[in-house]
């Protein structure tokens, strides 16, 4: 933005302010949240399947397993996709690539956008899921990474509890998430739409999503796969 532009818009948030006491402040005044929080009462196993419904409708691969046979289904899903390279963000548990014979690049602050283009995929965790939209929240937690992580490389890999990080609406995933840190929403692989509606994935990020929802008390060695590619 040029300074011309940032001036022009600057001195409109003045004009529109210029009518507002300069003791105000933005909690002087509550906004009214009356509006529903969720549309209909579902049960927790109701919300993870209209999770997985919802990310499948989204062009997401969704797969479910228990906790102990996560490794086995991360080394499937990235030995599938013929990876060769794996991102790796900070804190990611490194037990889920224990079984994957691949080379393990962690982040850093060092890693540029060329050295990640590089990279095969991604294997992350997320901050929580939205069963109403069928959306992942990263907040750059541990073993989430930086924005970058999950927006270069061609392949995201995500891991989400079924136990605590699924919730049903958009205004309750905001009362859980913290404002000031970086969210990322993503609601399947990126993709795009020219005017005459031709769909093309992976302009503005990874062109294939696999989420993997991780059970507790899925019995040992069962695994689901809500959609195959």
């Known amino acids: 933005m040029s300074g011309t532009s940032r001036d022009r818009i600057l001195a409109r948030v003045r004009r529109a302010l210029a009518d507002v006491p300069a003791h105000e402040r933005p909690q002087d005044h509550p906004v009214p949240r009356d509006y529903l929080r969720t549309h209909g009462t579902r049960t927790p196993a109701e919300s993870v399947d209209l999770l997985a419904e919802n990310l499948t409708d989204y062009r997401a691969v969704v797969h479910r397993v228990d906790a102990a046979g996560l490794p086995a289904l991360l080394a499937e899903l990235l030995g599938r996709h013929g990876t060769r390279r794996v991102a790796v963000p900070a804190g990611l548990p490194a037990e889920w690539l224990a079984q994957a014979a691949v080379e393990q690049v962690p982040d850093s602050a060092g890693l540029t956008a060329r050295e990640l283009d590089a990279v095969d995929s991604v294997v992350t965790g997320c901050a929580l899921a939205i069963a109403e939209t069928g959306t992942v929240v990263l907040d750059a937690g541990p073993g989430q990474g930086r924005r970058r992580l999950t927006l270069v490389p061609d392949h995201h890999v995500c891991v989400v509890r079924t136990a ?55 019995p040992r060695g069962e695994q689901h796969a809500v959609n195959k590619p």
Do not use: F, K
């Open 164 to 218: 605590d990080q699924i919730v049903d609406s958009v205004p309750q995933a905001l009362g859980r998430l913290t404002p000031a840190r970086p969210l990322t929403w993503i609601s399947g692989p990126s993709a795009t739409s020219d005017i005459e509606l031709d769909r093309v994935e992976g302009v503005h990020g990874p062109r294939a999503l696999d989420v993997v929802l991780v059970h507790e008390d899925r």
